[in-house]
């Protein structure tokens, strides 16, 4: 890394005197972020698109939860999931810094921590769930 300052980049001149901006996330708060399946899966789900509807996102994880195809969720889980993400996982995520989330879109877009989390997730990589991450960088499909 070099000096640069934004978003959770170390600054400093002389090797030895470089030390974390604030908004750093301590390395707990990245593995309580990661920790849950879901929030994994919203993590995964920014690698490939930027924006995403909560209604997508309920879809694909009710989807990948149930082992079937998108167009085969009902709207029951579909709703379940859905209420989990509004009231818990985005939340959560939004608290961290880790997510933005628009109320008048209820979408989600990476928020300034978003590339630290993002950047663990990667070094992680299939030690975690690599068919969650497979499914969840999947965009929706009908058929």
């Known amino acids: 890394m070099s000096g640069d300052s ?6 400093g001149s002389k090797p030895g005197t470089q030390s974390l901006t604030r908004d750093v996330l301590e390395l707990d708060h990245v593995y309580e972020a990661l920790g849950h399946p ?3 899966y919203l993590c995964y789900t920014l690698l490939e698109n ?3 509807s909560t209604t997508e996102l309920s879809t694909k994880i009710a989807a990948w939860e149930r082992e079937v195809p998108d167009h085969k969720v009902t709207d029951d889980q579909r709703e379940r999931v859905y209420v989990s993400l509004y009231h818990t996982h985005i939340p959560k995520l939004v608290d961290e810094g880790i997510l933005s989330f628009d109320d008048a879109s209820e979408t989600i877009t990476p928020a300034s921590n978003a590339e630290q989390v993002l ?7 299939a030690t975690l769930d690599s068919e969650q991450e497979q499914h969840a960088r999947e965009q929706i499909n009908d058929g």
């Open 6 to 11: 934004e978003h959770g980049k170390l600054t």
């Open 38 to 40: 879901r929030r994994r």
């Open 119 to 125: 950047g663990a997730l990667e070094g992680m990589g």
């Open 50 to 52: 930027t924006e995403w």
